[in-house]
């Protein structure tokens, strides 16, 4: 701990930052963000800026603690005992650490969407008209079947399930699934959407179609995904945030940070030399 | 690579020594299998055993040795306002006068012992039931006495010295003429299930227990499937992982280990002497089940909310269900399945479960079916446990089929249980 904290003071921590040539609107605003799990540390004072309506990639190896990132920002992190959350994050300038804010509304604001595909045990329309339901965004059967349809055209789906809404989401192939917890998350109408790793269990063909959606959903959506594919950053993202170890090292434009990155760790990194 | 590589390794992996320990490992692999399949071979040829002994001492009390007497209701002995009061016994004594004209004053008594002492009633009863059989004749099927019923059934054998049998020579030969003339049957021994406990074993049956059993399952279920279910959903999903959260569920499963006899102990010092809650009862047995079975409960409700994915928990959350929501909506209807199993599992042990049962009184000679939770009663393997211990010669076969009985209600809700889990199993 007592290393960690001389490496704070030495300002080793501090992250890279190249300005975005096109400057967009600041959405989540994360400033020294740590997360403990237990004793151990895993995120070390992490600080960024995540512009609205833009797709942000978190790129890094296994355990660099880019998903331990995202998931503080819907504040999934509850959820685990033993993790503790310092630093300050702000979503549209709230603070959502605040013991004030409703967790349930911050989730209803900020979607998320899993590694594993997760659609629950219930029918296409049931998934997508869950969120509406249990955040009160509609009432009538008509109102929900708009929501569906809508949801379903945005993720690309509607076309494919339009005839068997009624039919269990657990039915559908992996990457149908993918775009269905994709449609869930945009029924609720999110600001933020978190992906964690969207693509990991889905075929090339699948990946392709998701990360055509993500590409057209960031027309309305701020989206930040974490994935494990570089490639995958580089075609999806307009920025792109490298972690290593628990540390932030270098974030700034996709294009920038994958010519012409400025710390050699990241260079090592997306040439492949480790990781 | 070089080329002697490939026939070194093939020298190597054709070398006695290498073949000597593949074939030891084969073997072992084989005589593994043979303890398995011979473990099952003794379970399967123990329970057998069981079903066969069971069976073969218990088929007799499945059909009971019946006598169709002609009855005269005469009107004169029974009033048709009233027919509930009557010298029904005396009906009885000349019905058998006219059907056996030649026998004698001394021996009417054992001709007349050749029914059950309970005729009179059965008769009374059915008269009762219908005022309009007054002041005809009507043939009524009296179950037979149970050295008779023995004798039918080749238990008694004729050929034995008379003074060493329960029969008398006298009533083996009226037997003998009765059979001739066709009055006698052996049916289905419907009593077995509609009848309740009775002293004579011809008559007695299974009624009370087989209802006193249900009450008291029902009232172990009211209890412990909610009361098990909701402590399950807190210690799982909202207790905090902490030294008390531990010692509670070390406590559970000690509690799932105690000896049931103890249970009983609580239950009389408890329900009974404390409570003043009445003795015998359904409802203190299903109590006492109930601290039994909850246990179990517990930790069946658990692992089945455990087995849940995650990613369903993690899904439902990330859409901003709050934890109720989560547990209500998602959680518990797919742990549902398992749940239910567990529960059946968990009343089946209670339904065989004697000695708790025993302390709290549930084993009390009983006459008629309880008609509620609060009123005495026997349970299935009390009732096993009474007969048991009765010395008539009829009560050795109602005790195997009364076990067969509690038997064939235990394989009906495992295999409900075993057809609930495969049925609304779901996989992911």
Not at chain 1, 101 to 109: Q, T
Not at chain 1, 132 to 157: C, M, N, R, W, Y
Not at chain 2, 279 to 304: E, F, K
Not at chain 2, 356 to 379: C, D, V
Request: proline share 6%; with cysteine; aromatic share 8%.
């Amino acid at each position: 701990m007592s290393a960690v904290a001389v490496a704070a003071n030495d300002k080793a921590f501090e992250t890279v930052r190249t300005p975005d040539p096109e400057p967009r609107p600041i959405k989540i605003k994360a400033s020294d963000v740590s997360v403990f799990y237990g004793e151990k540390q895993a995120l070390f004072d992490v600080s960024i800026d995540i512009p609205e309506r833009a797709v942000t990639a978190f790129i890094g190896p296994s355990g660099c603690g880019k998903s331990t990132f995202l998931r503080c920002f819907n504040r999934m992190n509850d959820t685990i005992d033993i993790c503790r959350v310092t630093g300050e994050m702000l979503v549209s300038d709230a603070n959502i650490y605040d013991p004030r804010l409703d967790v349930v509304e911050l989730r209803a604001r900020v979607g998320m969407v899993f590694q594993k595909p997760n659609p629950f045990p219930k029918s296409i329309w049931d998934n997508i008209a869950y969120g509406p339901k249990i955040h009160g965004l509609a009432k009538t059967k008509a109102e929900f079947d708009v929501i569906v349809e809508e949801s379903l055209q945005k993720a690309g789906l509607w076309n494919e399930v339009k005839d068997r809404l009624h039919e269990p989401g657990t039915g559908l192939s992996g990457g149908q699934q993918q775009r269905l917890c994709i449609a869930r998350a945009v029924a609720v109408s999110p600001e933020v959407i978190l992906m964690d790793e969207p693509c990991s269990a889905l075929d090339p063909i699948a990946t392709a179609k998701v990360e055509e959606l993500i590409d057209e959903l960031r027309e309305n959506y701020t989206i930040v995904i974490v994935t494990h594919s570089m490639q995958q950053a580089a075609r999806v993202s307009q920025r792109t945030a490298f972690f290593h170890l628990g540390i932030l090292v270098e974030e700034g434009p996709t294009n920038v940070l994958f010519t012409s990155p400025k710390e050699k760790r990241t260079q090592d990194y997306i040439t492949g030399r480790f990781g | 690579m070089s080329t002697t590589a490939p026939t070194s390794t093939d020298s190597f992996w054709h070398s006695e020594a290498a073949i000597a320990r593949r074939k030891k490992r084969h073997g072992a692999d084989r005589r593994l299998q043979i303890f398995g399949i011979t473990a099952i071979t003794i379970a399967i040829g123990l329970l057998g055993i069981l079903i066969v002994s069971l069976v073969s001492t218990g088929y007799q009390a499945f059909v009971q040795t019946e006598i169709a007497l002609p009855v005269n209701v005469s009107s004169e002995e029974v009033s048709r306002d009233d027919p509930s009061k009557g010298d029904y016994r005396d009906l009885i004594r000349q019905a058998l006068h006219a059907e056996f004209p030649d026998v004698g004053d001394s021996e009417f008594r054992q001709l007349e012992q050749m029914l059950t002492r309970n005729a009179q009633f059965i008769v009374r009863d059915r008269v009762v039931s219908n005022p309009s059989l007054v002041g005809q004749t009507t043939t009524f099927h009296i179950p037979m006495a149970d050295p008779i019923d023995q004798l039918n059934k080749g238990v008694i054998s004729a050929e034995t010295p008379e003074d060493r049998r329960r029969v008398s020579n006298v009533q083996v030969e009226l037997f003998d003429q009765m059979e001739q003339r066709g009055l006698v049957s052996t049916p289905f021994n419907w009593g077995l299930f509609f009848n309740a406990d009775s002293r004579f074993p011809e008559l007695a049956g299974l009624a009370g227990a087989i209802v006193g059993s249900f009450y008291a399952l029902l009232v172990c279920f009211l209890i412990s499937f909610p009361v098990g279910i909701a402590a399950a959903v807190y210690l799982e999903e909202f207790a905090p992982k902490n030294r008390l959260t531990d010692i509670i569920e070390v406590n559970i499963n000690n509690l799932a280990a105690v000896p049931s006899v103890v249970f009983g102990l609580l239950g009389l010092a408890v329900f009974l002497n404390f409570f003043g809650l009445p003795r015998s009862a359904p409802l203190v047995g299903g109590m006492v089940l109930s601290l039994m079975t909850l246990p179990t409960m517990i930790i069946v409700t658990r692992a089945s909310l455990k087995a849940v994915p995650p990613s369903i928990r993690e899904g439902a959350l990330g859409m901003g269900a709050s934890k109720h929501q989560v547990i209500t909506q998602h959680v518990l209807p797919l742990a549902l399945p398992g749940i239910l199993t567990g529960t059946i599992l968990g009343l089946a042990q209670a339904l065989g479960e004697t000695a708790p049962l025993l302390l709290i009184g549930m084993n009390a000679f009983i006459t008629s079916p309880p008609g509620g939770i609060m009123e005495p009663a026997t349970a299935l393997p009390t009732q096993i446990f009474i007969w048991a211990d009765s010395p008539e010669r009829g009560f050795v076969a109602r005790t195997s089929a009364a076990i067969l009985v509690l038997l064939g209600f235990l394989i009906t809700m495992n295999m409900i249980a075993i057809f609930l889990r495969s049925r609304l199993e779901r996989r992911w």
